[in-house]
């Protein structure tokens, strides 16, 4: 089996959802229950790459994804696999350069893991936060991001290694915009990375309008949670030998069929108000 990496980026607040609610939000995102990070079901991404991945001819699209119904009589799986896709990147309002591109150890951890490198990590105390080199974020020696105030650990040889190692997979061809993510990026400790994963993700309310009275329909008031625009997730792809009865096309071969540039996906729900417009990049 063939493996690559995945990327997800956010253009648009991201809502994919679990159908129920939880606490005062009638419609939370999907989060692993281990972790409660946010994710997006690999099935979701799956689904929307059968409908948009571009493709010669639909023989390749059956090949990769398998059949849409049963009614033709083929029975076979598709050679590609979707694993889900992770958080990597948070972005989290700070006082100093708008925005701070977050991520915590325990997530490099496992993003290495599945890039099949190792690790070089800053050591964090509770209260710091590792910056890049030319960082934006600082204010004197501290990072104020939401109602946080850090410790800023600037210049860490690995700060800077991993800042440049994801800009360079998001914007392969735009230095530029490698160069504004790096300044944008920061390592918080695990601890405060999760309290912010589970409160600094966007809440907006939603209504209808009775026609009549032009006021909010009763029963017509919720709440609808969000990934911001600009998170980051990650997963791995899996391509296997054809399925299909006859047909000899290796791993090798039906790889070549992923695209080798970005791929403009629409991912979850509120599609018609504008959410889950994504980047989708392969490594």
Not at 52 to 81: I, V
Not at 83 to 98: E, H, K, T, W
Not at 121 to 129: I, T
Request: with cysteine; aromatic share 6%; glycine share 8%.
């Amino acid at each position: 089996m063939q493996q690559k990496i995945f990327h997800l980026h956010a253009l648009s607040a991201l809502h994919v959802g679990t159908g129920q609610s939880v606490g005062v939000v009638d419609l939370p995102i999907a989060r692993a229950r281990a972790t409660n990070l946010p994710l997006v079901p690999g099935s979701a991404v799956k689904g929307v790459l059968r409908d948009d991945l571009p493709l010669a001819n639909e023989s390749d699209r059956k090949t990769l994804f398998g059949p849409e119904s049963m009614a033709d009589g083929e029975t076979h799986a598709g050679a590609l696999a979707v694993g889900d896709a992770n958080l990597l990147i948070l972005p989290i309002r700070s006082f100093n350069g708008v925005v701070a591109f977050a991520t915590c150890p325990f997530i490099l951890n496992r993003y290495a893991r599945d890039l099949g490198v190792k690790p070089a990590l800053p050591l964090l105390k509770n209260e710091q936060a590792a910056v890049a080199k030319a960082s934006v974020l600082t204010s004197g020696n501290k990072v104020l991001l939401e109602d946080l105030d850090l410790d800023a650990l600037l210049g860490e040889t690995a700060t800077t290694a991993w800042a440049e190692r994801i800009a360079q997979s998001l914007y392969p061809e735009q230095a530029e915009w490698q160069d504004e993510f790096t300044k944008h990026f920061a390592i918080l400790p695990d601890p405060v990375f999760s309290f912010l994963a589970d409160t600094a993700t966007e809440i907006r309310a939603r209504i209808r309008i009775d026609k009549e009275t032009r006021t909010v329909a009763t029963g017509a008031l919720w709440y609808e949670e969000n990934l911001p625009a600009e998170a980051v997730l990650w997963g791995v792809i899996g391509v296997s030998r054809s399925r299909i009865k006859g047909d000899k096309s290796s791993a090798e071969d039906l790889a070549t069929l992923l695209p080798t540039k970005e791929v403009a996906l629409q991912i979850g729900g509120k599609h018609t108000v504008g959410r889950g417009l994504c980047r989708f990049l392969l490594a």
